[in-house]
């Protein structure tokens, strides 16, 4: 069965702080993605990724496929980041069925 | 652009109620989701789509159904509510050609079964 962790389950820090969560899964995979749900419940998609990293502002996303395991870092944090962070991934195989989600890191970042 | 929309927001039922969660996606995409998540928990696939007329069970499918006539919508209906039905319900879309793209999401249902 396919289980996918994320360290830390909670994270408070203070604005400005570098930022590192970790997402670990046990079976081989086509893509990992990370996702933002924000306090209003909204969930939104921050990267797709299957190999080395990547970077959209802030965010920085790197996975390690041989030891299956990603983070998702923010650099220079402020509260606005302040969220629930979901690791999913989709298992390799070609299907079309949905992802495997972890159960989220609420990550709260103080002024 | 509206991505994803889902009705209603809220709604709470009754026990042994049936009700239809509405799901549409106005960017052409094959691939469509429904997902629910409990608290503590993550998201777990109900049922899943590849394209109009054809539907697949996913993890938690008892007491569900789904019907895709069209591409851009999907809903999830509920026969008979039950308390263990309390949760919110996320309906997801991605992918037109390949079923391996982000997934966008719907603004969430919350469901309580009373």
């Known amino acids: 069965k396919n289980e996918v962790e994320q360290s830390p389950q909670n994270l408070t820090a203070q604005e400005g702080e570098f930022i590192t969560i970790n997402c670990s899964y046990s079976v081989g995979i086509s893509a990992l993605h990370w996702l933002q749900q924000h306090p209003g419940g909204g969930i939104v998609s921050l990267f797709m990724l299957s190999s080395g990293k990547k970077k959209h502002g802030r965010l920085i996303a790197t996975i390690n496929i041989q030891e299956k395991h990603s983070s998702l870092h923010i650099t220079a944090s402020h509260p606005r980041d302040s969220a629930v962070y979901i690791c999913a991934v989709k298992p390799s195989g070609g299907g079309a069925d949905g992802l495997t989600f972890g159960k989220g890191t609420h990550l709260i970042i103080q002024p | 652009n509206a991505g994803v929309t889902q009705t209603p927001k809220f709604r709470i039922l009754k026990i042994g109620q049936s009700m239809t969660l509405q799901c549409t996606q106005d960017m052409n995409h094959n691939y469509m989701y429904w997902y629910r998540q409990d608290p503590g928990m993550g998201l777990k696939l109900i049922y899943y789509s590849v394209g109009a007329g054809i539907t697949d069970k996913g993890e938690v499918p008892n007491g569900y159904n789904v019907s895709r006539s069209t591409t851009e919508d999907f809903p999830l209906r509920l026969e008979l509510a039950a308390p263990s039905q309390t949760s919110v319900y996320f309906c997801?879309?991605?992918?037109?050609?390949?079923?391996?793209?982000?997934?966008?999401f719907g603004d969430g249902t919350r469901l309580s079964i009373l």
């Open positions: 997801a879309s991605g992918g037109t050609v390949y079923s391996n793209q982000p997934q966008h």
